[in-house]
């Protein structure tokens, strides 16, 4: 028998064209006749626009055009009479400004250089109004989304009658997703009812979609393409009102335009994580049983779009507690709208709730580990399910080994290295573990070589990689033999890739295909070919790419040749049962970290970082290190670095670049041993996999706070841990 490929360290199968640069993204693609557009963004953060002057910008040279609510073709979708009165940005539809940077008007030129040229000299006049960005200031502003209900397990506030009790409030700022590939779009109208666009996206179909709705045209008319994506991090679920402004400039100039953002723009045009105030009460009796958990959060976002995620609902499941309430607020500001960032609102939720944990810890003078092993939830308690799989307390025991975890101290400050004060935290990480519905279609070829399609997304996991190896065990054919497309609205149906179920959904599909195939092949063999007459087809083996019946095996390119065929191709449907009926389907991850503080200067430095996934079944060893590591990054910048700064006097931000807006660098990230669990989940799909991208950065921060606070003795609660903060 072949080698099985799933749970190998298999090379990526696109690495040698992203590393030679052959690789196209959207903004390498050039339609015949392309012309390049800038934006002119809005310097004041609300009122209305009052007059634009674009006779400098329209006598320039090179410049084709200059858009603006004053000359935009309609978009068929904006309708006014809409009952909804928070339906997002209407780009170019009214004189309304809701946030700075928002775009005004878009210009168009022969090249980029001459459209960045005449946006400057565009001249807008505004009718400010008061503007709300700070979130502080607007709490009582605060309102509970409709589909944000609150929830109530046991008694509420039950936590203030434990014996061992404490309330505290933990804070986070605007995070900015900040890949290394900026936002943009290439539209073009090849026909005034057929347009295509090249895309920054997570997802093909989904931008089909919303143009659909959008133009009102048929989704036979619209052809996205994404092949390649240079990072994205939950920027790339939506489509952008800057993208549908790009849109309208190519329809209404009848030529392609190229739109890329600038890096500041990225701060305002493509979402980010909101800001988030938590409050958490937690108690427990002196023995460390928990009795009560409250968490309150309550995040921003938009004037004209009501944002939520998922920020308290760790709290209501991770821990066997019988008495939980939760609730959810929105404050709208003066901002864009938010968007779900890699470990969406669990991530902001996890670092309240990790360290609260930590703290109580502290309080019964308990080992922190301990404490959440004693707390363990064996099956879900808040919706009484049992798991499908769940391997928590190994991974606990697997991190904590390796870490050194037995050398940390339970009195803070105790620990020194070469001067620097040494310090152990850990917390833990969840996220639903989900299944989607997508199709794939499979086409066998006469020399032997498979093509399998799927409209799924790829914005650096490896999906391509991950889908040739599934698809290589379950038909037997080698892998080199396979290719996986996707990134093209053409192909059959996938899902966004978001929310750590692409390997699930598309993967789930892309075994059932191979299935379907060979059960065609079966079919084909036993009416066709002498020596599988009167064999079923679902009696006929397959093994290693061949049908097998007793002592008699065929190729399965041999079966196409001999049936005179140069190609077969089946599409299958693939989606979850039921099984959510009887389990619940969750992720889970361990984070471990050991950090040094400098006692005069306050700077931390992260020494050693052990994060464990519970995951089910590795698809890939290499690429699943990649993306816990991935994970881990995202999580530094979250614990020490990221902080994006508003001028509150201008509703402006004023670190809206890579120098002022600290990502972390290779120097900040230190040796990080990435550890699996790697038992298959046997109810979530054939597979056996759970998602791994959201818990690679989920409580990560906490696991951060929490070794600061064991080398320092000082807790910080509001992120990012800098060093002023522990001087």
Known sequence: MKKQAVGQSMDRVDGRLKVTGTARYFADHQPEGMLYAALVCSPVSSGRITAIDA???????????????????????????????KQGLKIFYDDRIYSNGQPVAIVVANTLERAVHAASLVKVTYAQEVHKTDMDENMGQAFQ?????????????AWKKAPVHLEAEYNIPIEVHNPMEL????????????????????????????????????????????????????????????????????????????????????????????????????????????????????????????????????????????????RYQLVPLNLSTPVWMRGPGEATGAFALESAIDE??????????????????????????????????????????????????????????????????????????????????????????????????????????????????????????IEFLLGESAYPEAPRQGGSSTVSTVGSAVNDVCRSLQQKLGEMASAGIPAFKGVKAENIQHEDGQLVAGNTRLDYA??????????????????????????????????????????????????????VADSGTVVNTKTARSQMIGGVVGGIGMALTEEALIDHRYGRYVNNNYADYHVPVNADTPPTDVLFINKKDPVINPMGAKGMGEIALIGFAAAVSNAVFNATGKRVRDLPITPDKLI
Request: proline share 5%; charged share 20%; aromatic share 6%.
């Open 145 to 157: 989304h409709k589909n944000m209900k609150d929830y109530l397990r046991g008694e509420a506030d």
């Open 55 to 85: 006779a400098k910008a329209l006598r320039a040279p090179g410049v084709a055009d200059v858009v603006s609510h004053l000359n935009a073709p309609p978009v068929p979708g904006y309708k006014a009479d809409n009952p909804n009165p």
């Open 360 to 481: 109580l810890a502290h309080q019964l003078k308990m080992d922190p580990l301990q404490l959440r092993i004693l707390n363990h939830a064996d099956t879900d308690p808040e919706k009484h399910l049992p798991y499908s799989s769940k391997y928590l307390k190994e991974a606990y025991e697997m991190g904590a080994a390796k870490i050194g975890w037995q050398q940390r101290s339970q009195t803070p400050g105790q620990l020194q290295e070469n001067g620097w004060l040494v310090g152990y935290g850990m917390s833990s990480g969840v996220f639903s573990a989900g299944r989607g519905r997508a199709t794939a279609s499979a086409t066998l070829k006469a020399d032997g070589t498979l093509v399998i399609r799927s409209a799924a997304a790829d914005i650096g996991p490896g999906t391509a990689t991950a889908m040739v190896q599934i698809a290589a065990d379950a038909t037997g054919i080698d892998a080199k033999k």
């Open 558 to 611: 041999a079966l196409l040749q001999l049936q005179q065929l140069p190609e077969l191709t089946v599409t299958t449907t693939s989606q979850a049962g039921d099984e959510r009926k009887h389990y619940a389907m969750y992720s889970f991850s361990v984070h471990f970290t050991k950090v040094h503080v400098h006692p005069a200067t306050g700077v931390v430095r992260i020494k050693h970082i052990v994060s």
């Open 183 to 326: 936002a943009g779009i290439i539209a073009h109208w090849e026909t005034p009812d057929q347009l295509t666009v090249y895309a920054k996206t997570q997802g093909v179909k989904s931008v089909q979609q919303t143009l659909k709705t959008l133009f009102q045209l048929p989704e036979s008319q619209i052809t996205v393409h994404s092949r390649f994506v240079g990072g994205a991090f939950g920027m790339g679920l939506r489509i952008w009102p800057m993208e549908v402004a790009t849109i309208l400039a190519a329809k209404k100039i009848r030529k392609p335009v190229k739109l890329v953002i600038t890096r500041k723009d990225m701060f305002t045009l493509v979402g980010y994580r909101p800001a988030a105030r938590q409050r958490i009460g937690i108690g427990a009796t002196t023995d460390g049983k928990l009795t009560g958990i409250t968490h309150e959060a309550v995040a921003n976002t938009s004037p004209y779009e009501d944002f939520t995620e998922a920020i308290v609902n760790m709290s209501r499941m991770m821990y066997a507690c019988p008495n939980v309430n939760t």
